[in-house]
T-cell receptor, first 113, second 115 residues
Framework: KQEVTQIPAALSVPEGENLVLNCSFTDSAIYNLQWFRQDPGKGLTSLLLIQSSQREQTSGRLNASLDKSSGRSTLYIAASQPGDSATYLCAVSLQGGAGKSTFGDGTTLTVKP | EAQVTQNPRYLITVTGKKLTVTCSQNMNHEYMSWYRQDPGLGLRQIYYSMNVEVTDKGDVPEGYKVSRKEKRNFPLILESPSPNQTSLYFC??????????????FGDGTRLSIL
């Protein structure tokens, strides 16, 4: 059974710092990996999706990498801002498991002004 | 505006009283899914639907029913709610399912409290 772990569970940084969030998964036979942002009282907003054949995806100040062989993905946030404060979740979908996905517990990020 | 709409957003009810949480999307997505989110357990998939009249169990389907009679709607039914179903529920949709590598779109959530 696929397990997804996110470390750290919480992170607090001063504004302007670059930071890395980690996601690890136990079954490397994934179809894709997706990073989401969740604000309090809100649903999840998709940030980046990496297909299994890709190594990284970039969107603005965000860069997500994928290393399937080691079962790891990282989300890099450059020049963090207070508006980046939220919970970040990663989710993986398995090959052959059409429609099924597994989420990590998330990392709660606080960026202090 | 492209969106996934859930109703109600909040509901407090009692054990055994049947309830339905509605989910509707306006993006003509084939794939829809229900999740529940609990502290320490993260997001867990309840049911999903690859298309109209096609539904399948996720990881925690016990105590829930779903139906997909039309593409835009995917209601979640609790026939006899129990306190352990108190949770935050999310509906999501994707254009053509996970195999298409399209991102999921989520609703804003429904917070259910079963007393």
């Amino acid at each position: 059974k696929q397990e997804v772990t996110q470390i750290p569970a919480a992170l607090s940084v001063p504004e302007g710092e670059n930071l890395v969030l980690n996601c690890s998964f136990t079954d490397s036979a994934i179809y894709n990996l997706q990073w989401f942002r969740q604000d309090p009282g809100k649903g999840l907003t998709s940030l980046l999706l990496i297909q299994s054949s890709q190594r990284e995806q970039t969107s603005g100040r965000l860069n997500a990498s994928l290393d399937k062989s080691s079962g790891r993905s990282t989300l890099y946030i450059a020049a963090s801002q207070p508006g980046d404060s939220a919970t970040y979740l990663c989710a993986v979908s398995l090959q052959g498991g059409a429609g099924k996905s597994t989420f990590g517990d998330g990392t709660t990020l606080t960026v202090k002004p | 505006e492209a969106q996934v709409t859930q109703n109600p957003r909040y509901l407090i009810t009692v054990t055994g009283k049947k309830l339905t949480v509605t989910c509707s999307q306006n993006m003509n997505h084939e794939y829809m899914s229900w999740y529940r989110q609990d502290p320490g357990l993260g997001l867990r998939q309840i049911y999903y639907s690859m298309n109209v009249e096609v539904t399948d169990k996720g990881d925690v389907p016990e105590g829930y029913k779903v139906s997909r009679k039309e593409k835009r709607n995917f209601p979640l039914i609790l026939e006899s709610p129990s306190p352990n179903q108190t949770s935050l529920y999310f509906c999501a949709s994707t254009k053509t399912g996970f195999l298409s590598n399209q991102p999921q779109h989520f609703g804003d959530g429904t917070r259910l409290s079963i007393l």
